[in-house]
């Protein structure tokens, strides 16, 4: 999470908003963000639809599994990776979709 | 006024991550360097430095997500924990790109798994990497494994970013510290350069 309070300037410079979501309460996330320094909203999903909707719970236990999920401005899943992120992965898809045009407001997701 | 998309990257995680951190490389890889002419280390043709002494081995950290880290390491003679290891590191813990908030940060993190009691011995500003630099000397003890450790800790700048530069040495509770190896990192800093803009400068 801290890679991601790190580059907050360039997913600002690429359009790009960043959210965590986890199963924790409220509570946990509140010391555990600010123990970070972390800046960016973390959603607590205790009922956890939103790791349902795109299969991040972890069958049988009430934890998510280590995801990254892109969504462009239409609402479309652009990337999914597993595991730890790529932050220099993530960049350069960012970069890439920003270039596109996908993210910007102004033209409705077209070049 | 700037307009921001609708985009969303959503994380989901699972709270093992609180208490993730990387990992010591249990393979051998090739290593991306090559000796000078003039006794420095060109690594990956981004870097050059001083590289130490022979006795130092090779330390890499696994690399996430692209990130280089790496150092050298020593034994040294005395019981255990006796050991030396110092590091360049990409990103060194914390978000800050201003010194002293970075400090701060850093060190709620920094040999957080060994539950020292730490004070700081000396601070203060310094240049490195062709600019100003924030150096931190500390001592951590562990009266309980009844040992110490003291570590030098060096935030320089990479464009925007901040960079880290630390040494570690660990000793028993007794034991004495060899200062002619932080000597060895100061050179090793001291003679750090970027050889090219980083990614990050890139995008």
């Known amino acids: 999470m ?110 | ?67 280089i880290n790496f150092g050298f390491t020593r034994s040294d003679p005395g019981g255990f924990p006796s050991m030396t290891s110092f590091a360049y590191d990409e990103e060194p813990f914390g978000c800050s790109t201003k010194f002293e908030d970075r400090e701060k940060e850093f060190f709620k993190r920094f040999l957080f798994n060994a539950i020292l009691d730490f004070r700081i011995l000396e601070k203060r500003k310094a240049q490195a990497l062709g600019g100003e630099s924030l150096e931190v000397v500390v001592e951590g003890k562990d009266p309980v494994k009844k040992e110490k450790v003291r570590a030098k800790v060096v935030f320089g700048k990479r464009a925007e970013r901040i960079v880290g530069f630390y040494i570690t040495q660990w000793r028993p509770i007794d034991g004495t510290y060899d200062l002619s190896a932080f000597e060895v990192f100061d050179k090793f800093v001291k003679s750090f350069k970027f050889l090219k803009k980083s990614f990050y400068e890139t995008l």
């Not at chain 1, 934890?63 to 993530?90: A, L, W």
Request: net charge neutral; charged share 25%; glycine share 8%.
């Open chain 2, 1 to 67: 006024m700037k307009r921001i998309s609708l985009l969303l990257m959503c994380l989901f995680l699972v709270m093992a991550w609180l208490s993730g951190c990387a990992t010591f490389e249990t393979e051998k890889k090739a290593v991306p360097y090559r000796l000078t002419a003039q006794g420095t280390v060109v690594w990956e043709d981004e870097f050059e430095f001083l590289p130490p002494p022979p006795d130092w081995k090779l330390l890499r950290v696994e690399e996430e997500g692209g990130d």
């Open chain 1, 2 to 111: 801290e890679g991601h309070e790190r580059n907050l300037y360039l997913y600002e410079r690429f359009n790009a908003r960043v959210l965590g979501v986890t199963r924790d309460d409220v509570i946990t996330l509140k010391y555990w963000a600010k123990n970070l320094d972390l800046t960016f909203p973390i959603l607590s999903n205790i009922t956890s639809f939103l790791g349902v909707s795109v299969d991040a719970q972890v069958e049988g236990r009430a934890i998510f599994s280590r995801r990254t999920i892109i969504i462009d401005k239409t609402g479309i899943i652009r990337y999914v990776r597993d595991g730890s992120p790529n932050f220099r992965d993530i960049l350069l898809f960012l970069k890439k979709l920003n270039q596109e045009g996908r993210l910007d407001p102004t033209t409705g997701g077209k070049p």
